[in-house]
């Protein structure tokens, strides 16, 4: 009975092992795995070809270009590098003017036309502002601010060649000049530097943003300079001039004169000459006259240079001692003979 129970169970068993699935082999699971990972590789490497050559033909046109956002890696950096070193051109405020339109980065292209969109005292505001008193010959600091008064960005361009040029005029306040140099302005002597072209330099204000320029005035008068100082002078810039003293105490009106070429205004030039009130009061400030040379030392006589120390005293000694015993040409005085005395000739045999 045991043999015959122990049988049975066995052909379960059996009847159990043959009903299952064979387990797959492990070599046969490692090509399978190793084929699928291939399969997905080649997908993703032609998702991603696809996808980089669509994206480098609509920057530039190359599939070989390293993208950083949207564009060439190398373009990228360079602009950042621009836009950390160089000063604004555009935004909400604008501290340095006069550097702003000095650099390369704000020029327009050669042979650009002003902005159709003009400046004019209704959509900006232009305050000059100076020291309240200046002393006669001194140099104030000028402060002119610009402001965008309207609802839309505003550009204002000025011409550069290669630099701004904003000059001062001061008048009395019955309208007459007073710092001009006298007589017409002389013509440029033959051998004066080139004309430059002018360019238009741009900055764009934000509305209600503002540029500041700040400029150097001296209160002097000025006249002609030299043709042998002029000889240097760019044509086109005026005949160079120079202070000529300070100018007298009273009440002036400092006016502004700028280059700006897209300005809208009447025929007062409240927009592109901008003024304020100064006075000129104080102790006269002039420049300090020029060290004076110390006073030369006459140089010693070469002889007592020459000569050692103790050799005037034997010289006298000498002397003395052959005007005691008759030796002719012996009568100069001590203090004279700094020279040796002559040998006396030798007598004949």
Not at 206 to 234: E, F, H, I, R
Request: proline share 10%; hydrophobic share 35%; charged share 25%.
């Amino acid at each position: 009975m045991r043999t015959t129970a122990t049988a049975i169970a066995i052909l379960f068993m059996l009847a159990a092992c043959a009903a299952k699935k064979p387990a797959e082999e492990p070599e046969n699971t490692e090509d399978t795995a190793s084929s699928d990972e291939s399969s997905k590789s080649g997908s993703s490497t032609e998702k991603g070809s696809s996808d980089e050559s669509t994206l480098g033909h609509s920057v530039g046109g190359s599939s070989n270009s390293s993208i950083v956002m949207g564009r060439p890696a190398d373009k990228a950096t360079i602009k950042d590098d621009t836009e950390k070193q160089a000063a604004p051109c555009n935004g909400m405020a604008i501290p340095d003017l006069l550097t702003s339109l000095s650099q390369a980065a704000c020029e327009l292209p050669e042979g650009a036309a002003p902005s159709t969109q003009h400046a004019q005292k209704d959509n900006l505001d232009v305050t000059l502002t100076a020291s309240g008193q200046v002393a006669p010959g001194s140099t104030a600091q000028v402060s002119v601010v610009f402001k965008n008064k309207g609802k839309t960005k505003l550009p204002l361009d000025f011409t550069v060649d290669p630099d701004p040029r904003f000059h001062f005029e001061l008048y009395t306040p019955k309208g007459a000049r007073v710092d001009k140099p006298a007589g017409n302005e002389p013509p440029l002597p033959p051998g004066a530097g080139e004309a430059i072209a002018a360019r238009l330099a741009r900055i764009t204000l934000y509305p209600n943003g503002t540029a500041t320029l700040l400029l150097p005035w001296q209160a002097v008068k000025y006249k002609w300079v030299s043709k042998d100082k002029a000889k240097g002078a760019v044509v086109g810039h005026g005949y160079p001039r120079e202070p000529a003293g300070p100018l007298p105490k009273g009440k002036y009106v400092l006016r502004l004169v700028m280059p700006l070429a897209n300005a809208d205004e009447t025929g007062d030039h409240e927009v592109t000459q901008p003024r304020a009130d100064v006075e000129i009061a104080g102790a006269v400030v002039e420049a300090s006259p020029p060290p004076s040379e110390a006073p030369k030392k006459a140089p010693e006589p070469a002889a007592s240079a020459a000569a050692p120390a103790g050799s005037a005293s034997e010289a006298a000694v000498e002397s003395k001692f052959l005007k005691a015993v008759g030796t002719p040409g012996a009568s100069s005085s001590a203090a004279a003979s700094d020279s040796p005395p002559a040998k006396p000739a030798k007598k004949k045999k």
